[in-house]
């Protein structure tokens, strides 16, 4: 099972049926990304050896941002890295099973944001994580600012949950998941959307039903959209936090059956998606949004809506998730890069 599994959909949805646009400066910006995170020390060894090293994140920023500034672009490939740098550091033990670790973790990362420097000794994740806070929050007000930080502490609270239930050996079941996989599936990076495009969302939109809906949304289809392609890779870990094999225990049906579920269900949310945006004329009339705020909401939901369609895009092109890279490093007898696995201990 595979990424490909998810191209049926661009016969089934209008909206993914475009492939999406490359930014015309998506090569030399990987080079860019690529020195920043190996200076970082978040990348470490041969590339082609950690999922990490393979993902090509660049890739995604370019085809999410085709047109913005590269500078701004970079910003946000520089995010990605570091949000899956993060992301493999807590699926790996001693993390992925910890709770307390998981928090611990979190405890440090958030601390540095809030004093605007790392610990001293502080390793990679925190180091960047400082950096990269310090030329991004500056730019933003303070509504904005808090946004961001309570989405980092709901993805602390869902990555929490997820080391409990390996812990337990826990399956959630499919509405448990829903919301779940939303908090653990890094939801700050949306928010990173206004920063790219110089722009700040109004803040009363952001709690109305139909922006919910849409934010909320196109978060479900990329997760479960990702879910499709990893699935192989976390399979064999025994990882139960993937769609398809929640709709696998709970349908009690094999894993391509569970998958076709998956493929049904993304379909379902992106109708609500497109009803949701359909509303929103209406839901800024009677918010009174100013001419200058409909064109910003405007800009943001035009990205929204092109991200299922450009992680698609991504995970056909991207090698994170190729298992067979894995199986190969392994039987060659390297080891994958420690990508920063370890930056949860105070030194």
Known sequence: MDASLLLSLTDRVAALATPSA???????????VDGWARGRGLILGDPDGSPLGRGRFERLAARVFPTADLDRVDLFARWLTW?????????????ADSATAVHELYEDLLRAMRLGHARPGARPLET??????????????REWRRRFMLHMEAHRTGCAQEAVNRRTGRVPTPREYAGLRRRAAAPFLYDLIEPVLGVVLADRLTTSPQ??????????VVSWSNDVASFTMEHARDDAHNLVAVMCHAQECDHRDAADLVLDRIVERLDEVQEAIRALPAT??????SPDQRQTASQIAQV??????????????????????????????????RMDTLSHLRP
Not at 83 to 95: G, H, S, Y
Not at 211 to 219: D, F, H, P, Q, T
């Open 83 to 95: 949000a899956f740098a993060l992301d493999d550091t807590l699926d790996q033990e001693p993390l």
């Open 304 to 337: 929204l809506l092109s991200v299922p369609r450009a992680h698609m895009d991504w995970l056909t092109e991207s090698g994170r998730y190729n298992a067979s890279a894995d199986a190969a490093a392994t039987a060659s007898g390297r080891r994958p890069p």
């Open 128 to 141: 960047t994580l400082v950096e990269l806070w310090d030329v991004t929050g500056t730019r933003m007000d």
């Open 284 to 289: 800024m009339d009677r918010l009174e949004l």
């Open 22 to 32: 490359m930014h015309p400066d998506a090569w030399p910006l990987g080079e860019r």
């Open 211 to 220: 922006w919910v809906i849409l934010s909320e949304g196109i978060a479900d």
